[in-house]
């Protein structure tokens, strides 16, 4: 609804400034922007809406499954398992457990190798300490230095378009100013 309000204005903004076409394509770029904006705020919302509901299910499925595996629970009927499930993830959601809580089990320690203690140059073979370590903080291990690579270019492109962008800007800036 709210893009259907944005796009009349944006129709009506174009309609009485034929005489400024300048001004109209800023108008649109603006337009653009402020909706792949909205876009990326919104669709967080959305989504943590959705795992909710589907954490409530985990939630309550987890606890069935529980009290299906524990011996006791052999003599209940359907009824009292259901009853018996939904009274156990209320309390669980009020008490802000999740069904991770229910099935986390403890875990060994982690043992530390003899390539930790080496540091973080022993496993990276000829490149510098420096990419080793922009490598390891990515979360990445060894030489492979292809995905470091890769972010470097998206990030030029990305300042690329950007500058383009503003030089656009500029350029259409000055043309209005020598028109005038």
Same mark, same amino acid.
């Given at each position: 609804?709210?893009?259907?309000?944005?796009?009349?204005?944006?129709?009506?903004? $174009?309609?009485?400034?034929? &005489?400024?076409?300048? $001004?109209?394509?800023? +108008?649109? *770029?603006?337009?653009?922007?402020?909706?792949?904006?909205?876009?990326?705020?919104? &669709?967080?919302?959305?989504?943590?809406?959705?795992?909710?509901?589907?954490?409530?299910?985990?939630?309550?499925?987890?606890?069935?499954?529980?009290?299906?595996?524990?011996?006791?629970?052999?003599?209940?009927?359907?009824?009292?398992?259901?009853?018996?499930?939904?009274? #156990?993830?209320?309390?669980?959601?009020?008490?802000?457990?999740?069904?991770?809580?229910?099935?986390?089990?403890?875990?060994?320690?982690? &043992?530390?190798?003899?390539?930790?203690?080496?540091?973080?140059?022993?496993?990276?073979?000829?490149?510098? &300490?420096?990419?080793? *370590?922009?490598?390891?903080?990515?979360?990445?291990? *060894?030489?492979?230095?292809?995905?470091?690579?890769?972010?470097?270019? +998206?990030?030029?492109?990305?300042?690329?378009?950007?500058? *383009?962008?503003?030089? #656009? $800007?500029?350029?259409?800036?000055?043309?209005? $100013?020598?028109?005038?």
């Amino acid at each position: 609804m709210h893009l259907m309000v944005c796009y009349h204005v944006y129709m009506q903004f $174009q309609a009485t400034t034929e &005489t400024s076409r300048v $001004q109209a394509r800023l +108008f649109q *770029g603006v337009f653009v922007w402020f909706v792949l904006a909205l876009l990326l705020i919104t &669709t967080p919302l959305y989504l943590n809406a959705q795992s909710d509901l589907s954490l409530r299910g985990d939630l309550n499925s987890t606890i069935k499954n529980a009290l299906l595996s524990d011996p006791r629970s052999q003599s209940l009927s359907q009824e009292e398992l259901d009853t018996l499930s939904i009274t #156990l993830t209320k309390n669980a959601q009020t008490q802000g457990m999740t069904a991770h809580d229910i099935l986390w089990r403890p875990t060994l320690a982690h &043992t530390v190798t003899v390539d930790e203690i080496a540091g973080p140059g022993s496993n990276c073979g000829n490149i510098p &300490t420096f990419l080793c *370590g922009v490598n390891r903080s990515l979360g990445l291990a *060894g030489s492979d230095v292809t995905i470091m690579v890769l972010l470097g270019v +998206f990030v030029a492109i990305i300042l690329a378009v950007t500058a *383009g962008y503003f030089e #656009l $800007q500029h350029r259409n800036k000055m043309r209005l $100013q020598a028109q005038v």
